[in-house]
Nanobody, 121 residues
């Protein structure tokens, strides 16, 4: 089974920064996975924040462009989300997603349990 574990969440003041980490284990070669960060605020749907493909192509939600940066370190089976200039609206549970890519085919999504990010003064 694929295990996806997030870390790095916490309480931060508006304007502050956090770096989230997501480590994948028990799966295939990490470099074959498309990875993403999603977030879900109370009473809201889970939405995409940032994605990075196996080819290192990135995409960001408009709300975080210019503030967040997604990256991956395949040798460590880890994807990161650097979050700068945090806003109260960024408060949410942040989830890491892993999706295996086999050639042109995509496998099922594997999700972490989430890490809480709270932006408040």
């Amino acid at each position: 089974q694929v295990q996806v574990v997030e870390s790095g969440g916490g309480l931060v003041q508006p304007g502050g920064s956090l770096r989230l980490s997501c480590t994948v284990s028990g799966g295939d070669i990490f470099g074959t996975y498309n990875m993403g960060w999603y977030r879900q605020a109370p009473g809201m749907q889970r939405v995409m924040v940032a994605t990075i493909t196996s080819a290192f192509s990135t995409d960001y939600a408009d709300a975080v462009k210019g503030r967040f940066t997604i990256s991956r370190e395949n040798a460590k089976n880890t994807v990161y989300l650097q979050m700068n200039t945090l806003l109260p609206e960024d408060t949410a549970v942040y989830y890491c997603n892993a999706q295996r890519k086999v050639g042109l085919l995509l496998g099922s999504n594997d999700w972490g349990q989430g890490t809480q990010v709270t932006v408040s003064s």
